[in-house]
Nanobody
Framework: QVQLVESGGGLVQAGDSLRLSCAFS????????MGWFRQAPGKERESVAA????????YYADSVKGRFTISRDNAKNTMYLQMHSLKPEDTAVYYCAARPTDFIDVYYSRGYEYAYWGQGTQVTVSS
């Protein structure tokens, strides 16, 4: 069974940086495409970034493009989300998600495309 554990969230000020990590276990990490999602209070869950198995293909929501970077280390079974220039509107619970796929260079940006989810990590950005 796939298990995902996010870490790295916290309380920061606007303009600061954070790096989130998602530790994957239970199956072969390199067989899974991965994604980051977030949900703010009273809002729907939204896609933040996604990465293919090979890391060759990535996706970013317009709201984070140029500020966030998604990456993965298949040797460490871990995915990352480096966040720079954080804004109060980035405040949310951030979730990582995984889905098995035969396609090594395809990413998935929609929540329903993912089979496995972590428990989330809170990111709070104060103004």
């Amino acid at each position: 069974q796939v298990q995902l554990v996010e870490s790295g969230g916290g309380l920061v000020q606007a303009g600061d940086s954070l790096r989130l990590s998602c530790a994957f276990s239970g199956r072969t990490f390199s067989n899974y495409a991965m994604g980051w999602f977030r949900q703010a209070p009273g809002k729907e869950r939204e896609s933040v970034a996604a990465i293919s198995r090979s890391a060759f293909s990535t996706y970013y929501a317009d709201s984070v493009k140029g500020r966030f970077t998604i990456s993965r280390d298949n040797a460490k079974n871990t995915m990352y989300l480096q966040m720079h220039s954080l804004k109060p509107e980035d405040t949310a619970v951030y979730y990582c998600a995984a889905r098995p796929t035969d396609f090594i260079d395809v990413y998935y940006s929609r929540g329903y495309e993912y089979a496995y989810w972590g428990q989330g990590t809170q990111v709070t950005v104060s103004s």
